[in-house]
């Protein structure tokens, strides 16, 4: 089991950037990927970023050139840089933490793009 909990949510007008923050404990070992997804009202819940243990990243197409994931191991800390925020990406942000053998979420840190 993996504890996470984000931070770094708020509100923005369009074009400005926020960065939010993920910091897992417990069962940090067998990690081998984390990610942040997101769900808006009245949509699913999509994958947005996902680094792997190797620090290969991959994006959605939507996010692409203006969001950045990252990691720092040594912190047990992901982040993820937003950049020309659009009001499309209003919505709560998920740290997401894949093991073998489960799949860990955090509460989710509200993100609000509006003018």
């Known amino acids: 089991q993996v504890h996470l909990v984000e931070a770094g949510g708020g509100w923005v007008q369009p074009g400005g950037s926020l960065r939010l923050s993920c910091a897992a404990s417990?069962?940090?070992?067998?990690?081998?990927?984390m990610g942040w997804y997101r769900q808006a009202p009245g949509k699913q819940r999509e994958l947005v970023a996902v680094i792997t243990s190797g620090g290969t990243t991959s994006y959605a197409d939507s996010v692409k050139g203006r969001f950045t994931i990252s990691r720092d191991n040594a912190k047990n800390m992901v982040y993820l840089q937003m950049n020309s925020l659009k009001p499309e990406d209003t919505a709560v942000y998920y740290c997401?933490?894949?093991?073998?053998?489960?799949?860990?979420w955090g509460q989710g840190t509200q993100v609000t793009v509006s003018s």
């Open positions: 417990g069962n940090i070992f067998s990690i081998y990927a």
């Open positions: 997401n933490a894949r093991r073998a053998v489960e799949n860990n």
